[in-house]
């Protein structure tokens, strides 16, 4: 039914307009030569941009490539020098020997005074959580090493390397004077920020630099969690690996929060594994080959053209070429994009966007992905670029490699083109015009409106709009699909979001094997599953503390604690089932069956231990950890249809549980298969007294025979 207005907004009919169709044919004869035309020149403009692009990407590419290869083949050089592997053994030995030096209290002052320093220094560029129990070496040689050979060094922070070495009689001294200048001069030449050499057992018994990670052990110390403590944990836990491996860029804590990179070799000495190296390297190179020493004009990416680095963290890998041009102009730029106040001030602080800076667009995610492609998408402030991009997956790294320019810029070819198309077109209406066809513009102006508005929002524009005012049934209809659009527009906004919703939901309710089965409309999901490891751990001393500590104190530590064993168990690849309490249920083997569910788990529990005890230890509290331990079949399924639960049964997950009312603080109790399968890699003990089920036998696991399991 047409609007009651409909006959007041008709003036002149369709109808008399259709006498002026010869001009309608003429107009649309001669737009189909021109957009033809047009678009022709468009493909091959924008192609040839595109190639410019991904062509400048590739060489990037393949210089960062070279550039990672050289840095490799310089560790493995190193690593294989014959007076780094002697001192590296000897270092070791003599490294130990001085846990039985201990530091006069004027001595301690000293060091104290330097890590009041440090610490004030580090707490300017990031946020920590200030206490010197922390950072502080707890073992005698690390404080005696930081007293000598930091806060006893004459030299300022930063050039602490120019101090030789201390006279003294002690072998350590005497070794590292031996090796000193032989790094030094090394780092000084291939242009690293620092040479680390660790032992066997992870600890720092020398660098260059002399920061605060000297003389602290990797795999336990304050920097055991850092990127190169991870680094030096991977090559320890696998000797046998063949020459450098990196580490992605983090905020290294001894540098001050710089961002930091390291490649780390181990380091043989007559086919004994001796120890570790490791260079801190610089971003300096890579911003350099990035930029082309910062001549992007005649590297053919125009005044607004870059290619930079992603990690797979979604930051930069190298600066912005904005921020090397004009600082503050970036600044105020990233502000108008709202740019956390945090990563702003990190910037500014830094004078880098390495790590600061988020690049999450939708070239990175895809380049991330694995997807190689060209497109215009929106850069990270917002603007329309031209985007060639590809994974960079070499030398263990996650990276994404951009080249992007900006839309105006790399199309302005086709712009002045376009304009040119456009006067042609212009010439031909007036003419047509000038012989009295004026009339078919206004007949063909309104569909040509109509068609344009629907195929954006045939392509997903629910923004798209008809301006139309001809006072005939084209406004009429201008009108009526204005309002179907904001239909549309309204009704795909709520279906988003409820969309999102409810994927998050399902997400967060159960897991990926029943996810889809469950939104294919199945309502009883189970499975049955065999050689399942069930854990089933109890946080002893927390109802105690409940009652003495305010319930947002209780309730933050069992939250750590809830959140450290769940980051433990994605490293671990453990399923957690869910948490009572202080109680904490999991699996190894029900998602994806595995052959090493029993070895898997028990690594799990014995170092969900440790975390409860470095955690009490280090807040002062009275926790422990008692574990149960069984493995056989189980089931596993969605329970209930209104109010949906993922959980865990049968015979393996109640032994479990009827195991753990007989663990006590700091014991992790096996059943007696678990024994059997284990008994080689673990040191167990029989647990005696353990009554209600006849003919069961437990084992409490003491620690790991021959592995790097923390088992205190």
Known sequence: MLPKNYRGLVSISIQSKLTVIVVLVSIVSTLIVSLFSYNKAK????????????????????????????????VEYISKDSIVSVCLRDLGPAFEDLNSVRLTRSQERKLDAYYDDYLDQLEANIEIYR????????????KYLQYQYIANNPYPSGQKEMMDRVTSILDYDRIAATVHNRLKNFMSEMKFYDVLLMDTEGNVVYTVKKEPDFATNLKEGPYSSSNLGH????????????????????LYRPSLGTPSSFVAAPVYSEDDFVGIIALQMPISRVNQIMSAGEDWEDDGLGKTGEIYLVGSDYLMRNDARMLLEDSAKYLKTIRKVKDSDTQIKMIERFG?????????????????????????????????????????????????????????????????????????????????????????????????KLIESARRISEGDLT????????????????????????????????????????TLVSNLMPDLFTERWKAGEQDLIIRQSNVTVLYADITGFTALSRERPPHESIKILNDLVESFDSLGTQYDIEKVTTIGDNYLAVSGVETPKLDHNTTIVNFALEMRRIVRQYSDTNELKLGLAVAVNSGDVFAGIVGRKKLKYDVWG??????????????????????????????????????????????????????????????
């Open 231 to 250: 680094l030096v944990q991977e090559i320890l836990d696998n000797k046998d690996i063949h020459g450098g491996k990196f580490v992605d860029f983090e």
């Open 352 to 448: 880098t966007s390495v790590f600061f800076q988020n690049i999450n667009t939708e070239a990175s995610r895809e380049a991330l992905s694995g997807v190689t492609n060209h497109k215009i998408v929106e850069n990270f402030m917002g603007e329309d670029v031209l985007s060639s991009y590809a994974p960079f997956e070499k030398f263990g790294l996650h990276w994404a490699i951009i080249a992007e320019q900006d839309e105006s810029e790399g199309l302005s070819e086709l712009h002045r083109y376009r304009q040119f198309v456009i006067i042609i077109l212009v010439v031909a209406i007036i003419l047509f015009t000038a012989i009295g066809m004026l009339s078919s513009s206004l007949f063909t102006r309104p569909i040509f």
């Open 131 to 142: 206490s010197k129990k922390l950072y502080v070496p707890k073992q005698p040689v690390g």
């Open 651 to 712: 015979e393996a997950v109640n032994t479990a549980n009827f195991l753990s009312d007989f663990a006590e603080k700091d014991e992790v109790l096996v059943s007696e298969s678990i024994y059997e399968n284990l008994v080689d890699i673990y040191e167990m003990e029989e647990k005696q007294g353990v009554k209600g089920l006849e003919g069961i036998k437990v084992w409490n696991v003491v620690r790991a025979i021959n592995r790097d399991i923390t088992n205190e």
């Open 464 to 503: 798209a709009k008809v301006k139309i005012q001809t006072f005939d049934e084209y406004e009429v209809l201008a009108k009526s699909f204005n309002t179907i659009a904001d239909s549309v527009r309204d009704y795909d906004k709520k279906l988003t979001r409820l969309t999102n919703r409810f994927d």
């Open 43 to 74: 493909n091959a403009i924008v192609a040839g941009v595109y190639d410019q692009l991904t062509s400048l990407r590739t060489s990037r590419e393949y210089h960062i490539d070279g550039y990672f290869a050289s840095i490799k083949d310089q």
